[in-house]
């Protein structure tokens, strides 16, 4: 979720905090479906060596806050942000249209309940 816009940013997120999966990252992948996306932490570099589409990629600080926005980065190139925390690749073009800028706030929410028992399960005591 984006706290200045209130628009969800993606839907799916995968979270990358364990050596080996921020080393894989979405290597190996064809897509990365457009609500999705991968959250690596702690990172500050990425690369996109062999991978086979292009991502945004959004660096965060040990806040959430934006500090870094790179859209539309293409396989074999690399980027990096001495102030981020954290990194958040998305599908290209999302940091655009979710108009993410430095600054805003990002963070991960549950997803709605999907049911009516879900949502009285969730607010039961």
């Known amino acids: 979720m984006n706290d200045r816009t209130h628009r969800v940013v993606a839907l799916e997120v995968g979270v990358a905090t364990t050596r080996a999966d921020r080393r894989r990252g979405l290597l190996g992948r064809n897509s ?3 609500s999705e996306g991968l959250m ?7 690369h996109t060596a062999f991978m086979r589409f292009a991502i945004d990629i959004v660096f965060v600080d040990g806040d959430g806050r934006t500090v870094r926005v790179v ?20 599908p290209a073009g999302t940091a655009t249209a979710a108009d993410i800028r430095v ?16 949502l009285v399960k969730a607010h039961a005591c």
């Open 71 to 90: 859209p539309q980065v293409r396989p074999w190139r690399m980027t990096a942000s001495l102030r981020a925390r954290s990194v958040i690749e998305l």
């Open 103 to 118: 600054g805003d706030l990002l963070y991960l929410a549950p997803p709605p309940p999907q049911s009516r028992e879900e």
């Open 40 to 46: 690596l932490s702690p990172c500050a570099a990425v």
């Open 32 to 34: 990365l479906g457009v």
